[in-house]
């Protein structure tokens, strides 16, 4: 069981695309900046996603050594820095995305919509499950 969900997981990230140059944690911090208002505090990315600052410090070096990501000093203090996703992050996030929701389309239109929607509650209950 355990080996068809990492089957599963490692096919989806398979299938995002040749041009993904990062991992998918990595994509996970890209995403989150793409899709909430930012510009964003590096803390607060850890906070969301339940990991360690130091381990969001070695997610943005990645981002930003591919040009996905850039650093913004803070106008209100010049200490801190913001960091949002740049023009090239934000293509490659819509790439991924329009890939990942064509798949999805493909699962759903081979499951059907009642086992497609089956399959998705459960994965949510998954994630709220982990995710604590």
Known sequence: MNAEIMR??????????????IRAS?????SIMCTTPGPHVP???????HVSKAMISA?????IEHG???????????????????K???DLFNKISQTNNEKMNLIKSK???KKFDMFVRLIT???QIIDK
Not at 43 to 49: H, K, N, R, Y
């Open 8 to 21: 599963f997981c490692r096919v989806v990230m398979r299938n995002a695309g040749d041009d993904m140059p």
């Open 26 to 30: 990595q994509f996970a911090v890209l």
């Open 43 to 49: 803390a607060i990315l850890a906070e969301t996603l």
């Open 59 to 63: 997610h943005l070096a990645v981002l």
């Open 68 to 86: 996905l990501v850039v650093r913004v000093p803070s106008p209100e203090d010049g200490r801190s820095v913001y960091v949002m996703p740049s």
């Open 88 to 90: 090239r992050g934000k």
């Open 111 to 113: 499951l059907g919509t």
């Open 125 to 127: 209950q998954v994630n």
